[in-house]
């Protein structure tokens, strides 16, 4: 079995940074993409970003220019760094984990998913 656990958030004040860390254990594979998601109270969960195998980073416009996506594949690590934070940015935020080929259209795409960090952003 495949388990993704999320890392790294917190409370932090509006403009502050933080990195996510998520860490794939288990059977892994060599996952296609991978990408955050999250979930604000009362909201449906969103695309954050997306990283392909090779490395090519997909972002919401939301985030854009604020957050990064990487991986450390020998570590079976993705990372999003978060700079720039925003009250809006408070979510839940979750990673998953797509195995097979091709760029993930929605979320039901991914095979694993972790259980989420919460991420506090006070204004």
């Known amino acids: 079995q495949v388990q993704l656990v999320e890392s790294g958030g917190g409370l932090v004040q509006a403009g502050g940074s933080l990195r996510l860390s998520c860490a794939a254990s288990?059977?892994?594979?060599?996952?296609?993409?991978i990408g955050w998601y999250r979930q604000a109270l009362g909201k449906q969960r969103e695309l954050v970003a997306t990283?392909?195998?090779?490395?090519?980073?997909n972002y919401a416009d939301s985030v854009k220019g604020r957050f990064t996506i990487s991986r450390d594949n020998a570590k079976n690590t993705v990372y999003l760094q978060m700079n720039s934070l925003k009250p809006e940015d408070t979510a839940v935020y979750y990673c998953?984990?797509?195995?097979?080929?091709?760029?993930?259209?929605?979320?039901?795409?991914?095979?694993?998913w972790g259980q989420g960090t919460q991420v506090t952003v006070s204004s």
């Open positions: 998953a984990a797509k195995r097979s080929t091709g760029w993930p259209i929605t979320q039901y795409e991914y095979d694993y």
């Open positions: 288990g059977r892994t594979f060599s996952f296609n993409a």
């Open positions: 990283i392909s195998s090779g490395g090519n980073p």
